[in-house]
Structures are given as C-alpha cells and as structure tokens.
C-alpha cells in the first residue's frame, strides 16, 4: 500500500512540475490568502506604483504589500460600510503617485503625500447603479483620468472636482437609442499613438481620437468574416511593448495587425496541447522577453511568441504548489520580473527563473529508492553512472536515467566486510576505475565481476583504520590518507610504498582529510583542525598554512575542500568562509556571511560551464558568480534535502548534472537551468514606528522629540523574486563608519537615540541574489528638542511670579517707582529693537547675496551646519536669521532658491534636449518625489503643468 502511494506522490509530482501539456518549465506558485492579510480571497486588480509597491484590489478592500508583509487600507466609511460595497474593480495611479480606485460604488482617489481618501460619486440621469458602477480606470499621457463605467464613459475635471460624462462617446444618458451593449465599458486602454480604447460588454471596440473628437468601431458581425474581433464581449485591453494591441474576449484572444486593420485570432482547439486551455479570456501580461501570460476561465496560460505556442498551468488538489484556482481575475508583470496572478482563491505568486532541484531519499519498502540518507561520498563514472556511499549502509550505484538507487555488491571474500558500509569517500582515476575509501581500508570496483573488492595495492598495503582520502597524482602515484596514520603513497610502476607524517614531512598531523593537485603539479592537503599544508613538486617537507589574526591568512584552520577552477584560481572551503589564495603575495582573502554566502561553514565546491562556483555549507546551497561577485542562495524550502550538506559529497556526472547531499537524502539539478537575477533594487522607507505609533514615509523624513526615541524604520527592497532572500545594509551617516547587515529576512532597522540636530539613515539593499543598488537611499531624521520636559522650570517661574506679585503687594509704598521701572524697561526695548532690526538686514543681505552668487543649494546634502560653516557664521546665527528675519524654515529657504533655478533652467533653450528629473536633480533635488511635492507646493502647479502653462 505504502509502494503505491509512493508511486501515486511520484506522478502528482510529475504534474506539478511540468505543466499540463508538458512544456519543461516548473513552476512554484506561492499562495497569499486572507490568513496572510489579504482583506479577500477574490483579488480582482493589481497595480505596481512608481515606488515598487504592489496594490491589491479585492471583493472587500484594498491590500497593499511591500513583499514582506500585506497591511489593510481601509475605504472611506460613506458609502463603504458595508463589506458588500467595498469591491475594487481597478486601480491606476496618476503623474502625481497618487491612487484611483474602480468601485461599484464609484471612484476613490488616495492622497498618498496625506494619507487621506476622497470619494467620487459619478453623475447620473438615470439608472443610479449602472452609473457609479465602474469598470475601469485610464490614465492619459497628460494625466486625464478616464472612467469606464456600465453606463458609459466619464472624464475628471480637475478645476471642477468631479467627473463628467464624456459627450464625445456613442452613449449618454439622454440618448436612448443606443443599445445597452455599447454603454457597458468593460476596459479602457491607450494606444501607442494616445488613442483611447473602449472594450465594451457585448458592442465590441471603440476606438476614441480625442484630440480630434473622432471615434472607429470593430465589432464581430453575426456571421464572422475574416479578420474581425472574435467576440463583441471585450474583458482585457493590453498594449505590450512592441505598442501592439492585444484583446482578452470572452471568446479567445485577438491581436490588431495595424497595417490591415484587422485582429488575428488564437483560440482553443480539441486535441491540440499548444493551444490556449480555453476561450474565455480574462488578462493579459506581458514578460521581460515580451511572451504573454494569459488568464483565463480554466487556467493560467504561457504564450511563447517565438514558437506561437501555449502552455497551460491549472490547480491540482493534491499539489501544495499548483496553482490555486482555475478562474484567473487578473495578472500582472512587476519591474523585478516576477508574476502576481489573481484568482477566485487569493494571489499566486512566483518568480520565472525558479531552480528546480530532484530529491532522492529513502522510502520505505522501496527497492529502488536512496537505501541511507546519511551520505558521506558521492562520484560519477566516464558512463555517466553515480555511486554514492552512505553513513551506514556500503556503496550504492545510482542510475540518473532511470532514477533509480541499487545496492553495490562487495566480495563475499574481502575481509571486515561490515566495516565497509560505513563510507569516508570516494574517487574515480584517470582510467575511470572506482575506488571508495571505508572504516576496513580501500575498496575497488572490479567491471568485469561488478563487485568491490579489497585494495592492496598489489600487496604492498594493507590499512588497518579509516581512509578518508584518495588521489592518483599527474605522474600515477595513488595517495591514500588513512586515520592516525599520515598519507601513503604508491608508485605502481615501482611498486614502491611510502609513508608522509608529521615527522619526517612536517604534515600539522597525521589525521589527512582533503588531497588535491593543481595545475602546477604542488599537492595541497587539510589536516583536522591543522589547516593547510602543501608540498611543492620534487621537495619531501610540507609547507603549512594557518589560521591566525594576521591579515592575509587562512581564516579558520577547519578545511573542507581544496579547489582549483578552470582559470586556475585555488579555492579553499573553511568553517569561517570562503578563501582565494593569492600565488604572487602568498596570501588569502575571505569571503562570509556579510558578502553574500548563506552560512560560514563551506563544505564543498563545485564549478559549472559558466564559471560560477556551487558551494554546499551549512545554512544552504550557493550559486557564486566571480565575475560579478554575486551570492544566489538556496534552503530547503527551495526543495533542497536539508540546510546542511556534508563534504566530499558533491560531483557533476558527463551531462552536466550537479549532486550535493548531506544527513537527509541527495539533490540534483542542472545548473545551465538557472540565471542570476540581474535587477538592481532600489530602497523604499516604506513606514516607520515611534513609541508604538506607526505611520507611513512619503517625505523621506521623519521629525522626533529628544526625549521620545524609540524609533524603527520598515524598508523594503521592491525587488519581489523570493523577498525573503533580500538583503538590507544600513548606516547612520552622523554616527557609524561603515554599513551594518541586517540578518537574512528582517527588514525593520532599529535605529539608536541620536542627538538633538539632522541625520541621515542610509539604506542599500539587494535582490534575492545579492545584487546590490547602486546608491543608498537617505532618509532624514530631525530630532528636536522637546521643551515639555522643562515644565517644572515654568512651575518656578509662575510659583516665583506670585511670590513677587505678594511682595509687590506688601511693598505699596515702592509700587509707583516699579511701575516706572517697567516703563522704562519697555522704552530699553524699543530702542534695542531697531539696531536688532538693521542688525537682521545686513544678515540677510549677506545670506541672499551668498545664496545667488556661490549657489551652495545645488548640493543635494546641504545641511543648515553646512550652510553656516560655508558662511562663517555660527548655525545659532543662521538659525536666528532665518527664523525672525526672514520668518522661514531651513528646508522652505534652500527650496525656493532650487524650484527658482528648475524654472530659470526651463525657460533657457539650452537645456530643452535634458529631461524633467535630469534638471531636478541638477539643482538639488535628490528624488523625483520629493521633486514634484515641493514644486507643486511653491508654485500650486505640477511641473507638468508649469511646463504647458509656459508653452501656452
């Protein structure tokens, strides 16, 4: 029974892994459910921002997820109180990086500077419910907002504050004698050439010329001629970025030819596996390479543009890993190349470029299964055959064809035949002959008997302890370490034997574990906690390498694995990283945790066609590209048998197939399959928590009191390829030298008290592979002084102030006398106030002056100390300046001078071939956010709009 459920697992498993009509590409898909945050299960938009952010539209409200975490916006209370009325059609976001929501109950508009929503009702005449009904939402090139609703098409206007219904469209509520059909608005979409797209629900595309109020209809006539739409019933409109138009409808999928005017149709066909699963067309997206995902009523498909075929991908009950529902909703492409997939049971998300990894462990009452899963060896013959040797159970021949696992046979008469079964390791020579070291000796495979049997070297050795090491050197002398013993080595042609120790060869000791020869001819070989030792060709004595606090040595005496790769470059694996040794400087260099590697204990390189290292350790399996020094780890979550491997157990066989195994079964994969993520991350301050507060950054900065420090700041890295391998660096650029590594998974740096004044927090992150940004991101943190905890000076004064009212009381006779004290006082007053007053002047003449001539505001960093060292003042007298002679803040006076210098810049033609960000950042501003905020708060116009307003 057990067999067959075995075999059962194993088919499931077939299915999971190949698609359903057997394209070669596994794909995992990651679920996201209301247990995950999720307001719904029926997720029915989603939208990338400008910053990175994923935004999910479901039955009941908005998520929003940063890839570590998905938190609930709540929709305004009029008219959303009730769960009913909170599904979310669409959501776009506009120039200004602010969100518009699709409802049926109407429009939301999300101020994401304020944090603040407003509810739009839509106009209507009659039919109350169709009208507010929206479908979707369009965003021009001019940032119009369009609104696609069940009754018809409406525009924002922005001086207005409302929508209005669009007279140029077919249909509006006073004009009766259209059909129902062509006031339904399913999708909106904009062309290459700015040319709005109408799919309706059932009167097929209208596409809309709005500058020149001219419209062109396609619909299928009853009987379909050649070229027409498929259906009238549009559910998708995608533009790819070819700028060809792609149409979902509800009876397969159209593609416009613009010369002919006309759409090529794909549809499903009985018997035919490449075809779309079915017609019913929900979404389109689009990949990197520009193939086209494709949701639809039964199941989620893959359109190879190349080979003009589709492969399908539709849940399974049994597999954890299909996808989780059949009816797709919507898909959509992020900029890091991962794929988010909405169904009628939550997000599937997953990465293309998932390394599939082959499992073999042992299965009860299975023959043909891995006999121990504690492996100590594993080689691969010139036939391409795999024997692995086990803890417990001998040597096992693994065929990669079949997949399956049989037990090697050893000679009834080799002697200590039961010590045999426990395996220190293997190697096959130059002629392919296979040896395998054990607690009784040598093994060796005899191809004729195909039997082991004990090796003496032609009589001249015999072990009486454990080998654990075994090479046949460029000359075809064999080295054999055996325990306590030293290394023997064996010349066959002399038949000669000698013994290399501690004593005579100047081994650390005499416990060998790894022998390796390089190109050169030098024999390195590890000694147990005795580091390294090499011996030059021709000498006899070893010369040793060791760990100590000298710059330049081997980091940790525990050597795993001695390793020459094909540039000739020699790799040594450590309990404490990853060393290069460096030939002309006799050195080491080291590489941990911090750079990239997933634990420090490295235990087995290999190297695949491209020059990348494969490193087990003992927190995962890594992917080391040397070129462009970058990590890709894997843990047992990706399917590996375990985190920790074990060494000497790790080959590739003649196909190019890589093996690594430790204490929970083997892995195989091929590495070719697998592409390092070449994104590059930006650095988002996505919120930030004070004293239990929490709040969104938007401003990148955040003010606190000097007294109220318990600050913690969520970053993330919008880079959506398993996020949870992401790496964040950070440093406080008024306190800390260097960059702090947060741990694998964590996101929430706790920041120290600082003192009273202005630091930056400087953030840097990478990608699932530890490929880094480029530039940190600088979050502001200004920390003031907080005068309530002097309250208990202001009791004094007041307690101090009654005590001189009372002696002002007693004292009537000195009271005239101190009245004309005050009077006096005030007459000082006024006459200091006008030299304080001239005093200001000259400041700010200066400040003005210093300001237009040197500019100091085009340096993005420029601090207030800066500023006052710049001007030889103190920064109390900046401050003073600034504050009663001038009445402004630091940042408001450096802003004006920088949204003065945009607008000179743009008026001046020299610069008319230079972008909008580019003469932003030229003067200043060190972000496109921060960029349009202030601009549009000196001048109450975005710059786009600045720019037309000049152009007119």
Not at 86 to 94: A, G, K, T, Y
Request: charged share 25%; aromatic share 12%.
């Amino acid at each position: 029974m057990r067999l067959i459920k075995y075999i059962l697992a194993m088919v499931f498993a077939c299915l999971l892994f190949t698609p359903t009509n057997a394209k070669s590409k596994e794909i995992r898909f990651q679920k996201f459910t209301t247990a995950d945050g999720l307001h719904s299960n029926v997720v029915y938009s989603m939208l990338q921002d400008s910053k990175g952010l994923i935004w999910l539209g479901t039955k009941e409200g908005l998520n929003r997820c940063d890839g570590y975490q998905i938190v609930n916006y709540p929709l305004p209370q009029v008219p959303f109180a009730k769960h009913a009325d909170q599904r979310i059609n669409v959501l776009i976001e506009d120039k200004d990086q602010n969100i518009w929501m699709g409802t049926q109950m109407g429009i939301v508009f999300l101020n994401r500077e304020l944090g603040k929503m407003i509810y739009y009702q839509l106009p209507y005449d009659v039919n109350k419910a169709q009208s507010l009904y929206v479908n979707d939402l369009a965003v021009s090139a001019s940032n119009e907002i369009w609104a696609g609703t069940r009754n018809g098409l409406f525009k924002f206007n922005r001086k207005q504050g409302q929508f209005e219904q669009y007279k140029h469209f077919p249909f509006n509520s006073k004009t009766v004698s259209y059909s129902k059909g062509e006031r339904l608005i399913n999708e909106l979409c904009f062309d290459k050439n700015e040319h709005l797209w109408i799919g309706t629900s059932g009167n097929g595309i209208t596409i809309l010329d709005i500058e020149k109020n001219k419209k062109q209809l396609f619909r299928r006539s009853r009987k379909r001629k050649a070229g027409e739409l498929v259906s009238n019933y549009i559910e998708d409109l995608f533009k790819d970025r070819e700028g060809k138009m792609w149409i979902a409808t509800a009876g397969g999928l159209n593609l416009f030819q613009d010369e002919k005017e006309s759409f090529l149709t794909y549809r499903h066909s009985e018997g035919n596996k490449f075809s779309l699963s079915d017609n019913y067309i929900t979404a389109i997206s689009e990949d990197a390479k520009g193939n086209l995902w494709i949701g639809t009523k039964k199941g989620l498909n893959f359109f190879d543009r190349e080979e003009e075929r589709f492969y399908n991908y539709q849940h399974h009950p049994l597999l954890k890993e299909s996808i989780s529902s059949n009816n797709i909703l919507t898909v959509m492409s992020e900029r890091s190349g991962s794929f988010w997939v909405g169904t009628m049971q939550g997000i599937n998300h997953f990465s293309p470029n998932n390394l599939p990894f082959e499992l073999y462990q042992n299965i009860p009452q299975n023959k043909y299964s891995l006999p121990d899963n504690t492996l100590r060896a594993v080689v691969s013959d010139e036939l391409g055959n795999v024997w692995v040797g086990m803890m417990r159970d001998g040597i096992s021949h693994f065929d990669p064809v079949k997949k399956e696992f049989r037990p090697a046979k050893v000679s009834d008469a080799t002697k200590r035949k039961k010590r045999h079964k426990a395996v220190r390791t293997a190697y096959v020579d130059r002629k392919g002959q296979i040896f395998f070291g054990t607690d009784a000796g040598v093994l060796k495979y005899n191809t004729r008997s195909k039997v082991f049997k004990n090796f003496t070297a032609k009589g001249k050795l015999f072990f009486q302890k454990s080998v654990f090491e075994i090479l046949e050197d460029d000359e075809g002398n064999y080295w054999f370490s055996e325990l306590d013993k030293g290394i023997w080595k064996w010349n066959p042609q002399k038949g000669s034997v000698e013994l290399l120790d501690k004593e005579k060869n100047d081994l650390t000791n005499q416990n060998v574990k790894v022998i390796s020869q390089v190109t050169n001819g030098d024999i390195w070989v590890s000694c147990h906690m005795g580091g390294l030792c090499r011996l030059k060709r021709g000498e006899s004595r070893f010369q040793s390498y060791r760990a100590s606090n000298q710059k330049g040595s081997l980091s940790s005496n525990r050597v795993y694995d001695i390793f020459e790769d094909s540039k000739g470059n020699l790799w040594i694996a450590t309990s404490n990283g990853l060393n290069l040794y460096n030939e002309k400087e006799d050195t080491f260099t080291s590489l941990d945790e911090k750079d990239g590697l997933p634990g420090n204990v490295v235990l087995s390189i290999l190297e695949d066609e491209t020059n990348r290292l494969w490193l087990g350790t003992n927190k995962g399996l890594s992917c080391f590209d040397i070129e462009k020094q970058q990590f890709a780890n894997f843990y047992q979550e990706d399917g590996l048998q375990g985190n920790i491997f074990e060494y000497k157990v790790a080959c590739i066989d003649t196909s190019g197939q890589m093996y690594f195994g430790g204490n929970n079964g083997l892995n195989s994969f091929y590495p070719s399959d697998f592409k390092m993520n070449s994104f590059t991350p930006e650095a988002q301050f996505v919120s930030y928590s004070n004293s239990g507060e929490s709040r969104e950054i938007f401003q990148e900065k955040v003010d606190l009191y000097h007294t109220d420090q318990n600050l913690s700041v969520t970053v993330a890295s919008m880079s959506y390829w398993e996020p949870e391998k992401n790496r964040i660096r950070y440093r406080i650029s008024t306190i800390d030298t260097s960059f702090t590594l947060l741990p694998l998974g964590e996101h929430r740096i706790v920041v120290p008290k600082l003192p009273i004044g202005e630091h930056q927090l400087e953030v840097l992150v990478s990608n699932n592979h530890m490929k880094w940004g480029t530039s940190p991101a600088v979050l502001t943190i200004d920390v003031n002084r907080n005068w309530k905890q002097y309250s208990w000076i202001l009791y004094l004064v007041v307690l101090a102030f009654i005590l001189s009212v009372g002696a002002v009381v007693y004292a009537n006779r000195r009271k005239q006398q101190e009245q004309k004290t005050v009077k006096a006082k005030g007459a000082t007053k006024k006459a200091s106030s006008a030299p304080k007053k001239k005093e200001w002047e000259e400041s700010i003449q200066t400040l003005n002056h210093f300001m237009e001539e040197e500019k100091p505001y085009l340096d993005k960093r420029l601090t207030k100390s800066q500023l006052a060292i710049q001007l030889s003042w103190s920064e109390v007298q900046l401050s003073n300046t600034l504050r009663d002679g001038l009445q402004i803040s630091f940042n408001d006076f450096i802003n004006t001078y920088r949204v003065n210098e945009v607008k000179s810049r743009l008026q001046d033609p020299q610069n008319k071939d230079y972008t909008l960000l580019a003469i932003a950042e030229d003067c200043g501003f060190n972000s496109k956010t921060s960029f349009y905020r202030i601009f549009k708060k000196f001048t109450d116009l975005t710059p786009s709009e600045y720019l037309e307003k000049q152009e007119k």
